[in-house]
């Protein structure tokens, strides 16, 4: 049995343990103990803090096995993109060229630096352990993992804005290095992917990406081949997280990663499912055996914001009745009672 609940302090080591193994070129992981600790310190303060509106604050979650006391998962999301400065991406636009001596017009495909998504709500660092192993299979504690962060956001609407969007780590080859970065990025920075990586510490708001990224659009036909067919295209390590997300609601726009060409996908909080479908129903204790399969109903149920767990719990069916019924492990894992309110979201 799996639960999603805030990181702590005694996380730091098993962290450590769990992103050693994680994507190389995913830029929204910490690596180091020192930057896991402060990450783990940050959200630990975000969660406790106060909040009018979003301002500074990350979110980290952890997945942790029950029944073998270990964490297998992570994800975080920030209440304000570019908290620390400006949010930057590449938008993909047409430029309309015309020449009236020539009589000719045409459409041309650029890249603009932009920082529209300076303050929009940001979701990162998915990681599942064992998901890439041939003989795994994504289960609902992987929907839940990355579902997590949005009921929370349900539960504390003030902590977050509107609109969320989630960049997704592009291709890279076996060396971990981009050819949409070897095309651009590698001009203006002068070093390797991986190394740009770690200097900006997977940052997009810095302000050397503003001294160092071409001001002016970047014409797509004259990028390499292989630059132009990785743009928007994701790692297929990242192809879980696409596959979450997009069941989820959020979709594909205009917009990818300055650095590896990944997608960024965004979407407004009442086009999500745990937005539109999630149910607060008091907690009863679910006195007697299950029903048949086809009578009952699987959810993601998440506790209060102060004391926030989420776990997958299948019972009878919430959406025609004012409680959810929950076995008393599940009321143990959430930290609730009979009585307690809970949201939920079928999955």
């Known amino acids: 049995m799996y639960v999603v609940?805030?990181?702590?302090?005694?996380?730091?080591?098993?962290?450590?343990?769990?992103?050693?193994?994680?994507?190389?070129?995913?830029?929204?992981?910490?690596?180091?103990?020192?930057?896991?600790?402060?990450?783990?310190?940050?959200?630990?303060?975000?969660?406790?803090?106060?909040?009018d509106i979003p301002s500074e604050e990350t979110y980290l979650f952890v997945l942790e096995d029950l029944?073998?006391?270990?964490?297998?998962?992570?994800?975080?999301?920030h209440a304000?993109?570019?908290?620390?400065?400006?949010?930057?991406?590449?938008?993909?636009?047409?430029?309309?060229?015309?020449?009236?001596?020539?009589?000719?017009?045409?459409?041309?495909?650029?890249?603009?630096?932009?920082?529209?998504?300076?303050?929009?709500?940001?979701?990162?660092?998915?990681?599942?352990?064992?998901r890439n192993k041939a003989n795994y299979r994504a289960g609902p504690e992987a929907a839940l993992l990355s579902r997590a962060r949005?009921?929370?956001?349900?539960?504390?609407?003030?902590?977050?804005?509107?609109?969320?969007?989630?960049p997704l780590a592009g291709v890279t080859d076996d060396d971990g290095q981009s050819p949409f970065w070897d095309a651009l990025g590698r001009k203006f920075f002068k070093m390797d992917f991986l190394d740009a990586e770690r200097t900006i510490g997977g940052a997009r708001n810095r302000t050397l990406i503003v001294e160092l990224m071409p001001h002016y659009p970047v014409y797509v036909p004259l990028l390499p081949g292989p630059a132009q067919a990785a743009m928007g295209q994701?790692?297929?390590?990242?192809?879980?997280?696409?596959?979450?997300?997009?069941?989820?609601?959020?979709?594909?726009?205009?917009?990818?990663d300055i650095f590896d060409g990944?997608?960024?996908?965004?979407?407004?909080?009442?086009?999500?499912?745990?937005?539109?479908?999630?149910?607060?129903?008091?907690?009863?204790?679910?006195?007697?055996?299950?029903?048949?399969p086809d009578t009952m109903a699987s959810y993601a149920v998440a506790s209060s914001e102060r004391k926030f767990r989420a776990?997958?719990?299948?019972?009878?069916?919430?959406?025609?009745?004012?409680?959810?019924?929950?076995?008393?492990?599940?009321?143990?894992?959430l930290g609730v009672a009979p009585g307690d309110n809970v949201i939920c979201v079928r999955i």
């Open 5 to 51: 609940r805030p990181v702590e302090p005694a996380d730091v080591g098993a962290l450590e343990t769990l992103l050693a193994t994680a994507m190389p070129g995913v830029h929204t992981l910490p690596r180091t103990r020192e930057k896991i600790a402060a990450l783990v310190e940050r959200s630990s303060a975000s969660f406790a803090a106060h909040v």
């Open 67 to 77: 029944e073998h006391h270990e964490l297998v998962g992570t994800a975080s999301i």
């Open 80 to 130: 304000s993109a570019g908290s620390n400065g400006t949010y930057f991406a590449f938008r993909n636009d047409v430029i309309q060229q015309v020449s009236r001596d020539l009589n000719i017009s045409h459409s041309v495909h650029a890249l603009t630096l932009c920082s529209e998504l300076t303050a929009y709500s940001q979701l990162s660092g998915f990681t599942i352990r064992h």
């Open 150 to 166: 949005l009921l929370y956001a349900v539960l504390a609407p003030h902590r977050f804005g509107d609109r969320f969007f989630v």
């Open 234 to 256: 994701i790692h297929p390590d990242g192809q879980l997280a696409f596959d979450l997300l997009t069941e989820e609601g959020f979709e594909a726009d205009e917009y990818i």
């Open 262 to 292: 990944g997608p960024i996908l965004q979407a407004h909080k009442n086009a999500l499912r745990s937005f539109r479908g999630s149910m607060v129903r008091r907690v009863a204790t679910q006195d007697q055996p299950p029903g048949a």
């Open 311 to 333: 776990i997958v719990v299948t019972c009878a069916p919430a959406e025609s009745s004012e409680a959810l019924c929950l076995p008393a492990w599940a009321q143990q894992a």
